[in-house]
């Protein structure tokens, strides 16, 4: 059976606190610039990092505000809920006699291209327990002319792009290794009409969550479609 859906990782999202150290850098190419607005918090219950993007150079300034406002408010709640979640954990952990250990939050990001369309890749970690902590990604794809936020379909009309045919080179990929997948990985990628993606390298980049498709000793899987 797959795991269709992230474990609560994603809906999961902090408010900055008075301990926190908030420090912004630049990184910039081109007319584009990203910023990085980073929170870290270090205390009894939890460690969080973050890396928040800021961009700037968009055309459009309002889009540019209300987007950067979205990317510090999915961070913000992110990291707050593992926040509550930890300080909830240690009266717990001592209450009950248990190991006390640290709740963990780290997010960062790359920006992956930045021409005729901007990715933004978003990695988000937990670790609240157990063998291993979970890592969701995230990706949000621009038109960096107008700040819209484009659909998996925009891009299969952008670059005249077959869906049927991204379909039968990720089975392809599937069936080179097998036993890496989960067994009915091959009919739920045949049945799924949407896919998370970025644009890297003149490439579209299909990417699939921890448990979406395989154990989580493979982590993120990824299938590269040549664009040209």
Do not use: W
């Not at 209300?66 to 408010?73: A, E, I, Q, S, V």
């Not at 990628?189 to 003149?202: R, T």
Request: glycine share 6%.
């Amino acid at each position: 059976m797959l795991y269709r859906k992230l474990p609560a990782l994603i809906i999961i999202l902090l408010a900055f606190s008075n301990t926190a150290a908030v420090i912004a850098t630049g990184n910039s190419g081109g007319d584009i610039v990203v910023y990085t607005l980073k929170y870290t918090l270090e205390t009894e219950t939890v460690e969080i990092e973050a890396g928040i993007p800021v961009l700037e150079g968009l055309q459009d300034k309002t889009t540019q505000e209300d987007f950067n406002r979205y990317l510090r408010d999915v961070v913000i709640r992110y990291t707050d809920d593992i926040k509550k979640h930890g300080d909830q954990s240690l009266r717990k952990q001592i209450s009950e006699g248990h190991p006390v250990f640290k709740y963990q939050a780290y997010v960062c990001y790359e920006l992956k291209s930045k021409e005729k369309v901007l990715s933004l890749y978003m990695s988000f970690y937990q670790y609240t327990g157990g063998a291993h902590g979970l890592t969701g990604v995230f990706t949000y794809n621009l038109d960096p002319a107008t700040g819209r936020l484009l659909t998996f379909q925009d891009i299969l009309e952008q670059y005249s792009l077959e869906l049927a045919d991204i379909k039968d080179s990720i089975i392809n990929e599937l069936n080179k290794e097998p036993g890496l997948y989960f067994s009915d990985t091959g009919e739920y990628i045949k049945n799924k009409d949407e896919f998370d993606f970025y644009i890297e390298d003149n490439h579209l980049v299909i990417f699939f969550q921890q448990y979406e498709i395989a154990p989580y000793v493979v982590g993120i899987p990824e299938f590269k479609i040549p664009l040209y």
